[in-house]
């Protein structure tokens, strides 16, 4: 089975179109959550996703936010001025799909979790030492996870656990076991502002570290014309 992985769309339709496109055929998607929150397209990019088959799609701590399950009193100032903006924006067809989604879930022998198998809402998985923690929080041979907005693959092998920043545009073949993050599609953080995402192949094991251009210009034009935070603007281009 060939699965499209993405995270982090954060309301950015240009981006999550163009990684679609690029991926071209697959058996299925699987979203690792922040469908909305930070830009400019929350209802868009939910009625892009309602439209693909065989859709898995997790509720990232954006969404959560959105949907008053999460206070915004732990986000930063800029953060919460646009979730005040996003619950003003939520169409309900938005809010009921929003609402369905779950944090974790386990599929095809896979889990998948927001942010951490420990944490699925709100914990940051940056170093090995964290990482090394949450590979007792689940039982399969790979977790996908979300939510830092950075590629990153952690691999637990002899009772150590390295990790790995890999390279765009390379194909990986995911060792048991594995903790994998794709990247965010809308707002990648790790100075490439292309668009992120990857290709895993559930026979081969292999996992494609893809990067698309989209045009964040629009966006950013958008995002200006909706009163969103400055810094939420500027960042999209220089992929922090
Ligand atoms: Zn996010």
């Known amino acids: 089975m060939r699965v499209l992985i993405l995270s982090d769309i954060h309301a950015n ?4 179109e163009s990684v679609l496109t690029s991926a071209g055929a697959v058996d ?8 909305v ?32 399950h999460l206070d915004p009193e732990g986000f930063n ?12 924006s939520l169409t309900d067809e938005s ?11 386990e599929t095809n022998g896979v889990t998948l979790a927001h942010a951490s198998p420990r944490q699925p809402v709100l914990e940051y998985l940056l170093d090995s030492y964290s990482a090394a923690e949450n590979f007792y929080y689940f039982g399969t041979d790979f977790c996908f996870v979300g939510h830092t907005h950075i590629p990153l693959l952690f691999v637990y092998k002899h009772h150590e656990v390295s990790m790995q920043i890999p390279a765009a ?21 790790d100075r490439d502002p292309r668009a992120a995402y990857a290709i895993f192949d559930s026979e081969a094991n292999t996992w494609d ?8 210009a629009a966006v950013q ?15 999209l281009a220089g992929g922090w």
Request: glycine residues 10%.
């Open 169 to 189: 545009n390379t194909t990986l073949h995911l060792e048991r076991r594995s903790i994998i993050n794709p990247g965010s599609v809308g707002q990648p953080r």
């Open 209 to 216: 570290v893809a990067r698309v251009p989209y045009d964040i």
């Open 28 to 35: 299925g998607v699987w979203c690792l959550g922040d469908v």
């Open 13 to 16: 339709a240009g981006a999550l």
């Open 77 to 88: 100032a800029e953060a919460r001025t646009s979730i005040e903006w996003l619950r003003g």
């Open 37 to 68: 929150g930070y830009g400019p397209d929350p209802n868009e990019c939910v009625a892009r996703l309602k439209e693909i088959p065989n859709l898995l799609c997790l509720q990232g701590n954006h969404d959560a936010a959105a949907i008053g």
């Open 221 to 235: 034009e958008r995002m200006r014309a909706a009163g969103l935070p400055d810094r939420h603007v500027i960042r």
């Open 95 to 105: 809010l009921t799909f929003l609402h369905a989604l779950e944090p974790r879930m």
